[in-house]
């Protein structure tokens, strides 16, 4: 007799108790016993299915998540905390791009040093210079393409040119969920002109990708989330419509080989995610239930520091509710004129903020197992056909990171007397990617997706630890 054939839709499966579990009664006592089967094991890794479960861990963590706090655009290393007296010196010399009529232009804010550490801060950073000795500064970032596009999407994904996971996604991937009741990859506010694919999981199973919140607007104090409860159906009813649709999802499961069930599996477990955030989602947006010095502290209520300033207090509730990866967003930091007034602006809005972040998550006891990081896309250039801007400047600039394996009170590396290329000690993109997984833990060579044909990862084929600036 020929044994039936198991891979097609409607043919008898083989009589054995996988097969049965599978497909009796939609394959729920089939879901069941993989559960209990992985508790039961201990041996589940993320990177193995299609559901956040257990880390991976490839060494002793010193981060349980990361904050990154996004400035769109370039921010101008030379007038924030890259401290570079010879180009003030030489302000109105012939530039670098000699052929193209540029002048060196001098910074036009104050610089001093800072904290024990003696960090050099611009003035324009009152309230961040307070937190100076838990700040480590690179200053030899690089990166491949000085166009906003490729460079945003570079400094997300590890790739200019391909459609690659954000790293929120290839670390929810690597530690997984924390909390059920949550999405892992929060990303609060995104620039609606840069895309979603910025905060995708591409390649990866759709329950890695980064939730939106906000509307995206520069300055905007929107910091909710749509359609997280139905205005009309009770929880009772909705649990039954959803499982009336998972029903039909796992109908459609066992009739498909093992190998096409991702997209369905990722639909389940996206689906039970949304029905579940309705009991959790709702208090955390509401910043009315933190205390007035906490609010006062952040500067919420403030003009010009509010939306940044909700976008940071939200943040900290999030990490400290289980999330693995929080991204928050300040735009508008592309001076190619006007820059003295624009980045004052821009400063202002982010300084205190920030600075609360820091205390509040240190005062917390989070700051430790939580990895801040802020930058950019690119630097500036020492010069400029304009009197009052800089343009792109790939080649050299400032990131700085604090908290959760990463030394404070410490300066890394450094662009040359103009700031315009990384002279010593340069870190690309990909190394900064490789720290920041290092420091969750996570092997930046080890943690890959096969995809296409080969295995991926978020540092593609290069990328080094930075060792010298781990605590």
């Not at 409607?10 to 394959?27: I, V």
């Not at 610089?111 to 690179?138: I, K, N, T, Y």
């Not at 069930?261 to 009315?288: G, T």
């Not at 821009?346 to 430790?368: E, F, K, M, V």
């Amino acid at each position: 007799m020929t044994p039936p054939d198991s891979t097609t839709p409607t043919g008898n499966l083989p009589l054995n108790r996988r097969a049965l579990l599978k497909a009796a009664a939609a394959g729920f006592g089939w879901m069941a016993f993989q559960g209990l089967a992985a508790t039961a094991s201990g041996t589940t890794e993320t990177g193995h299915g299609t559901t956040p479960g257990r880390p991976i861990r490839h060494h002793r963590p010193k981060a349980q998540r990361v904050i990154f706090l996004c400035m769109q655009g370039g921010p101008s290393h030379q007038d924030t905390f890259d401290y570079k007296p010879r180009l003030r010196l030489d302000h109105g010399k012939p530039g670098p791009s000699r052929g193209k009529g540029t002048r060196l232009i001098g910074s036009p804010f104050a610089f001093r040093q800072h904290g024990q550490s003696g960090l050099w801060m611009s003035e324009l950073f009152p309230h961040l210079s307070g937190q100076a000795d838990r700040l480590c500064m690179v200053h030899s970032m690089r990166t491949d393409i000085p166009n906003h596009p490729q460079a945003f999407t570079q400094l997300h994904t590890g790739s200019a040119r391909f459609v690659r996971p954000s790293m929120g996604s290839w670390v929810l991937y690597g530690l997984g969920q924390a909390n059920d009741n949550l999405p892992g990859f929060i990303s609060i506010s995104p620039p609606a002109q840069s895309g979603a694919a910025n905060y995708g999981s591409a390649f990866l199973p759709a329950i890695y990708q980064g939730t939106r919140i906000g509307s995206g607007r520069e300055g905007s104090a929107d910091t909710g989330m749509s359609h997280v409860s139905h205005p009309q159906l009770t929880a009772s009813q909705q649990r039954r419509q959803l499982d009336l649709i998972q029903a039909m999802n796992e109908d459609r499961r066992s009739m498909l080989a093992p190998e096409a069930n991702s997209p369905i599996e990722a639909a389940i477990e996206a689906s039970e995610l949304a029905f579940r955030m309705q009991s959790e989602v709702p208090d955390l947006l509401d910043l009315s239930r933190e205390s007035p010095a906490t609010r006062t502290l952040y500067g919420i209520g403030e003009t010009g520091i509010d939306g940044f300033a909700r976008q940071c207090l939200l943040a900290r509730r999030f990490a400290e509710a289980g999330a693995r990866f929080i991204e928050v967003n300040l735009g508008g930091w592309d001076q190619h004129r006007n820059l003295e007034a624009s980045l004052r602006k821009n400063a202002r809005a982010l300084d205190r903020p920030a600075a609360a972040l820091l205390q509040d998550l240190a005062a917390r006891g989070l700051l430790d197992d939580t990895l801040v990081l802020w930058g950019g896309e690119f630097g500036r250039t020492p010069d400029s056909r304009q009197d009052d801007g800089r343009d792109h400047n790939h080649q050299g600039f400032t990131v700085w990171m604090a908290g959760g394996g990463i030394r404070g009170g410490y300066s890394h590396g450094r662009t040359d007397d103009h700031g315009a290329k990384a002279v010593e000690n340069p870190v690309h993109i990909h190394d900064l990617h490789a720290t920041l997984l290092h420091c969750l833990g996570l092997d930046h060579e080890r943690l890959t997706y096969h995809y296409g044909g080969r295995d991926h990862r978020l540092t593609d084929v290069d990328g080094s630890v930075v060792r010298a600036i781990l605590s």
